[in-house]
């Protein structure tokens, strides 16, 4: 059974990233996530960049097509990216979160709640509907455990308006 912390709006400072941007149908998800992580972690060994935390940054979510995303990792500062791996910022910001503490397919469901609460609470996320889908400014889910171990700690988090 999964834990899930009460969602509250908190403020973030910037964090700096490197990432491998992906198009993934959610049917591809359970497959195309370990895929990445290790390619960046190869990637980041290569290069001399101690990876923080990983994190997956969702830019666009189409539900019924694809999800424009990038699966991440924090740097502790910038560090340049190639033809293959983007380097990027977290923005500073009031951020909606949620930490789940269960598996990978609680996610989903610990999301809902996120989103749900943020509606009741009319807290609008920085965020906007493109012909691909619902854009993001900011939206994460970052693992503390790493994807795959069980439990699984993972905090969705949101940026607002």
């Given at each position: 059974?999964?834990?899930?912390?009460?969602?509250?709006?908190?403020?973030?400072?910037?964090e700096h990233y490197v990432g491998i941007a992906a198009k993934v149908a959610i049917a591809d998800f359970g497959t195309?996530?370990?895929?990445?992580?290790?390619?960046?972690?190869?990637?980041?060994?290569?290069?001399?960049?101690?990876?923080?935390?990983?994190?997956?940054?969702?830019?666009?979510?189409?539900?019924?097509?694809?999800?424009?995303?990038?699966?991440?990792?924090?740097?502790?500062?910038?560090?340049?990216?190639?033809?293959?791996?983007?380097?990027?910022?977290?923005?500073?910001?009031?951020?909606?979160?949620?930490?789940?503490?269960?598996?990978?397919?609680?996610?989903?469901?610990?999301?809902?709640?996120?989103?749900?609460?943020?509606?009741?609470?009319?807290?609008?996320?920085?965020?906007?509907?493109?012909?691909?889908?619902?854009?993001?400014?900011?939206?994460?889910?970052?693992?503390?455990?790493?994807?795959?171990?069980?439990?699984?700690?993972?905090?969705?988090?949101?940026?607002t308006r």
């Open positions: 059974m999964a834990d899930l912390t009460l969602p509250v709006v908190a403020h973030r400072e910037s195309e996530t370990p895929k990445h992580f290790d390619e960046l972690a190869a990637w980041a060994k290569d290069h001399g960049v101690q990876p923080g935390l990983e994190f997956i940054k969702y830019d666009v979510i189409d539900m019924a097509g694809v999800l424009s995303m990038v699966f991440c990792v924090v740097t502790e500062s910038a560090v340049e990216g190639d033809d293959r791996v983007v380097a990027g910022v977290l923005p500073a910001g009031d951020y909606g979160t949620t930490t789940l503490t269960g598996t990978v397919d609680e996610v989903f469901d610990a999301t809902a709640v996120l989103v749900g609460w943020a509606k009741e609470r009319g807290v609008e996320w920085d965020a906007a509907d493109t012909a691909e889908g619902h854009a993001f400014v900011s939206r994460i889910e970052r693992y503390h455990t790493g994807p795959g171990e069980n439990p699984e700690v993972v905090e969705i988090a949101i940026k």
